[in-house]
């Protein structure tokens, strides 16, 4: 099993920036993706960022690349997601996930592979 608990959401204004973490833990991670999504009222949840605990190289969605980086402790157990530039179309639940399971690189942004969930956390961009 693996327990992911995310923090650091919030209220900001347009332009602003903002830094999520998420703690994992329960079973090894050295296998696993790590990744972060998000889901606006009414709307499906969709990727946002992820990576592979083995490796240092990033996924990113088209619509975050540049603004948004996604960064990991393993000494800490915990991924983080560096939000800058928000826009207020960005407000959503913001959820860490994580999978076990050896996925490909066009797999890594499916919700549909990822296993296990952190409860969210509420970021709210402002105009």
């Known amino acids: 099993q693996v327990q992911l608990v995310e923090s650091g959401g919030g209220l900001v204004q347009a332009g602003d920036s903002l830094r999520l973490s998420c703690a994992a833990s329960g079973r090894t991670f050295s296998s696993s993706v790590m990744g972060w999504f998000r889901q606006a009222p009414g709307k499906e949840r969709e990727f946002v960022a992820a990576m592979r605990w083995s490796e240092s190289s990033p996924y990113y969605a088209d619509s975050v690349r540049g603004r948004f980086t996604i960064s990991r402790s393993n000494t800490k157990n915990m991924v983080f997601l560096q939000m800058t530039s928000l826009k207020p179309e960005e407000t959503a639940v913001y959820y860490c996930?994580?999978?076990?399971?050896?996925?490909?690189?066009?797999?890594?942004?499916?919700?549909?592979?990822?296993?296990?969930w952190g409860q969210g956390t509420q970021v709210t961009v402002s105009s």
């Open positions: 996930a994580a999978t076990l399971r050896r996925i490909t690189a066009a797999q890594i942004i499916d919700v549909r592979r990822y296993d296990y």
